[in-house]
């Protein structure tokens, strides 16, 4: 799930999922879609004691990559029965050397070639969703998982805005960090398209 992120954005989520196969719920805030029944047994996961994390965006700056991305499967492994990574078809063949690494180690498993209500089932099955800000994570906000999503550089205020409410946001502007309750502030703090700055792998960890 890609889009240019200048247009304008529930109507643009609402197209994306839309076109992945998912359908507006009766309350209009979550979407429907296919549950799959086999797909966690053929990951191996159990239900809620997994965490998904989505570490890749648009590009590097956008991204949890090398080094970081090493440092917080450490800690997530620790914290956590297995770690399922997502990533589009793209994401994993531009990466593949560094997954290929990763999953060497058992407890780390990939959402590689499912399809996107397969993905939407992994997502609401787990104990956790951490990911970048990305269509990934607007799907898991949309369908209530419990989540927490990082914003990097690039990622811009209305689709932060355009998460629910439920959904942990983790920013960081002007040098300071900024908790989830003050996403009202981000207008105020930031007049122009792009204003978030990396968020370091120890804040999400203290998150």
Not at 63 to 70: R, T
Not at 165 to 185: I, N, Q, V
Request: charged share 30%; net charge neutral; aromatic share 8%.
């Amino acid at each position: 799930m890609a889009s240019e992120t200048k247009e304008l954005y529930k109507e643009t989520l609402r197209d994306l999922a839309e076109a992945a196969g998912l359908s507006l719920g009766n309350s209009g805030s979550l979407f429907r879609y296919q549950r799959s029944t086999t797909v966690l047994s053929e990951k191996s996961l159990k239900q809620k004691e997994y965490v998904v994390l989505h570490p890749f965006g648009s590009g590097e700056h956008r991204s949890i990559l090398g080094e970081d991305l090493q440092e917080l499967l450490l800690e997530l492994k620790k914290r956590f029965d297995k770690v399922l990574l997502s990533g589009s078809k793209a994401d994993f063949e531009r990466e593949r050397e560094e997954v290929k690494a990763l999953t060497k180690d058992r407890k780390v498993v990939t959402a590689e070639g499912v399809s996107m209500s397969d993905l939407a089932t992994l997502i609401e099955g787990s104990a956790l969703y951490v990911g970048v800000d990305t269509g990934v994570s607007h799907l898991a906000s949309l369908i209530g998982a419990r989540s927490l999503v990082i914003a990097h550089s690039g990622s811009t205020v209305p689709w932060m805005l355009s998460y629910r409410p439920a959904t942990k946001l983790l920013y960081r502007m002007w040098g300071e960090f900024h908790p989830s309750t003050s996403r009202e502030d981000m207008p105020r703090l930031c007049k122009k398209m792009y204003c978030f700055e990396r968020v370091a792998v120890p804040a999400i960890l203290e998150t």
